[in-house]
């Protein structure tokens, strides 16, 4: 049974940092495109971050510079450190992966439709 779990969520000023992790079960990480969105309240969920099998990054312009993606294939797990977070930062975030079990070489950003299995998210709040 494939589950993705989030964790490492919290409340933080702006300026501070945070490091979300996802614990992938059921399926190799190393074998999937992975990614990180988020929803804004009253907004559409958005891509934030994706990472392909090939081990290509990609990042939203909101974030670029500030936000790290990554994964660690032995713990089977993904992560995202954010630092100088801003107050539009706020979201619940959720760690996702595609469906197919071969390893995908899909370049940029992915869209959300790309992306088959869903952690429940953790939510992050910036304050100032």
């Known amino acids: 049974q494939v589950q993705l779990v989030e964790s490492g969520g919290g409340s933080v000023q702006e300026g501070g940092s945070l490091r979300l992790s996802c614990a992938a079960s059921g399926f190799t990480v190393n074998y999937r495109c992975m990614g990180w969105f988020r929803q804004a309240p009253g907004k559409e969920r958005e891509g934030v971050a994706t990472?392909?099998?090939?081990?290509?990054?990609s990042y939203a312009d909101p974030v670029k510079g500030r936000f790290t993606i990554s994964q660690d294939n032995a713990k089977n797990a993904l992560y995202l450190q954010m630092n100088n977070l801003k107050l539009d930062d706020t979201a619940m975030y959720y760690c996702?992966?595609?469906?197919?079990?071969?390893?995908?070489?899909?370049?940029?950003?992915?869209?959300?439709?790309?992306?088959?299995?869903w952690g429940k998210g953790t939510l992050v709040t910036i304050s100032s």
């Open positions: 996702a992966a595609t469906r197919s079990p071969l390893p995908c070489y899909a370049l940029g950003l992915l869209p959300d439709s790309a992306m088959g299995y």
């Open positions: 990472i392909n099998s090939g081990h290509m990054i």
